[in-house]
Each structure stands twice: as structure tokens, then as C-alpha cells.
């Protein structure tokens, strides 16, 4: 009878251990709530293990589009938060990430929407159930001061060093990430990834011109114009009935090539030559050499599509092969060098 009973109470404890709420720390992170204006925001930092007080500096990066938790799990653990394993960066650097405003830090991944695995709102109005307190923010000029002020507040933690500051942001993610280093002086260097220099409208027309075919009836690349024609008729509009905001597609598509020939600091461009955004970088490429630009370096990932996947002779990824782990040891060693 004691053995049954010990037996029932193991077993409540490990139902009660399953049940209860996780926590971004039951995955390695440091949790941090910011207060940015009247919204809260969520900031995970991870560190190497044992070395979360150590003083460093801030590897800051800008994830990209669509409203994703920082942290997806099921019941076997967590999905990674970083596209990349970040061990290596953390044995010299605390590294930063920032929530999507109003989107849960944590979600589990069966509650996400099926398509993106972004995080839906069954009473919102946009056509893929964003929630309007996302789309409301989601702009490029939210972002930036946004997380301008958050590394502001963080640069006075005692654990940060402010001998260095890397900033680093792929797809969206190095829109933001161009914007913030040319605001911030505190910035020291930039990794700009898998971004189009040209802007956003020249990758969704790129995108489109793809699909043509050699005939008059497919032409997608002049809709996409005509898009573009409305959307900067309507720059200051925030109705998201259709998708994206008018508002957020005119900031996104500034080129960020005027802001990253001004800077003055390291720069790192990473991207795959498949990628339709490649013969954008390759611009970027030919203008800091005809420049004479010390300040650049590009790594062209031949082969590979937007992100690091080599793509089969049918044109598709090859999810085999993961080339991101790769791709940030090659950033750990430009700033080594740097």
C-alpha cells in the first residue's frame, strides 16, 4: 500500500511539473520587460551558460517579417529562437532579441497558425488574423526606435560592455538593423544579411517577374508597379484589411543602400546568390569598390537561396543541407578580424 501510494505521488509530480506554465529561463534566456512608450516589450538575452553576469558586449539581433513568438515548443522542447546555434557568438557576446509588438514571447507550437507558424488573433480584421496591435507597430521606424531605446537602457546593465556594439539583422531583420546604425553612434558594427539594399518593393517585384513566362499575359512585374503606385499614394495609410500597411511597405522599400554607403563603421553583407535580392548586393558590392569603400566586406554564399539552402535541380530547397550555423561561425570570425 506505501509503494502504490509513493508511486501515485511521483506520478502527480510529474503531471504537475508537465503542466506547469514555462518560462523563456526554463530555455536559457534571461527575460527582461521593457517599457517603450505605453507597450511592453519582451527582450530574451542568452549568454553562455554560467556567464549571464559576465560583462560583454551586445550582439543585437533583428529577426525578420511576420509576427513569430520568440520561443515555439511542444512537448519535446523548443524550436530555436535564433536561426542559428548560438554558442559560439555567446563565449564572447550576451546576445539580444526582441519580441514582435503585441505577439507573445512564448507559444506553443500547435496553437500557431499552420502556414507561417505565426501567432493569429481569431477577432482580427487582417486576412491572415495578425493582431492590430502588430500591425499598428509594424513599421520600420517603430522598429528602429524601438530598439535604439532598449539598447540604450541595457548599455547601463552592469553586465554589458560597451567596448562593443554589434548589430546584425537578416531578410527584415538588415532593414532594420541599416536604419539603427546609421541613428545609433553607439553602433561599432554591422552584419546586414540576406537583404535587398534596393528595398522591399524591388524584392516583390523581383519575386513577380520570376513567375512570368515568355508571353504578354503574365505581367506581374507591372502589377507589382502598379501596387507600388497606390501604396505611395496612400504612404501614411494603417489599414491592414489587406496585409501589410500601406504605411509599412513605403518605409520598408527605402533603399537601405543610401544609408549603408554613409556609414563609416564595419559592415559585414551576407547573402545567397539564388536569393532574389543577390544582384542587389552584388550592386552594393560594385558601388563600394567603385567608391573605395575599406569598410565592406561581402560574403556571397554561391548556390544558396535567402536562407543558406543550396537549391535542388528542380530550383527547391534542400532542407538537408543547413548552412545557418556555418554562416554565423563566418560572422564570429569577420568580428574577430574586425
Known sequence: MIKKLIGIFFFLIAITAFGQTKTPEDFGFKHL??????????????????????????????????????????????YGTFPFIPDNLSEKYHLVIVSKPYIPVMSDFQTLSENYRTYVDSTSSHPLKYPKGYSDRNLLSYYVQRNIAIIKHLQKQEWVSSAQLIVAGHSEGSTVAANMAAECNKITHLIYSGGNPM??????????????????TTRFGESSIGYWENVVKNKNCMDDSQGDTDRATFEFSYPSIKHLEKLKIPV?????TKDVS??????????????????????AYVGTDHNFFPL???GKPDYDVFNWDKVADEWLEWLNEN
Open 33 to 78: 520587460v521593457f517599457k517603450y512608450k505605453n507597450d511592453v516589450v519582451d527582450i530574451l538575452i542568452k549568454s553562455k551558460k554560467g556567464e549571464e553576469n559576465v560583462k560583454k558586449p551586445l550582439f543585437f539581433f533583428c529577426q525578420g517579417s511576420l509576427p513569430v513568438p520568440l520561443i515555439k515548443y511542444d512537448e519535446y522542447g523548443a
Open 278 to 299: 543577390a544582384p542587389f548586393n552584388d550592386f552594393l558590392h560594385v558601388e563600394t569598390i567603385r567608391q573605395g569603400k575599406r569598410n565592406f566586406t561581402f560574403k
Open 199 to 216: 528595398g522591399r518593393i524591388m524584392s516583390i517585384i523581383g519575386q513577380n517577374r520570376a513567375n512570368e513566362t515568355d508571353t504578354d
Open 268 to 272: 559585414l553583407v551576407t547573402y545567397g
Open 312 to 314: 535542388n535541380e528542380d
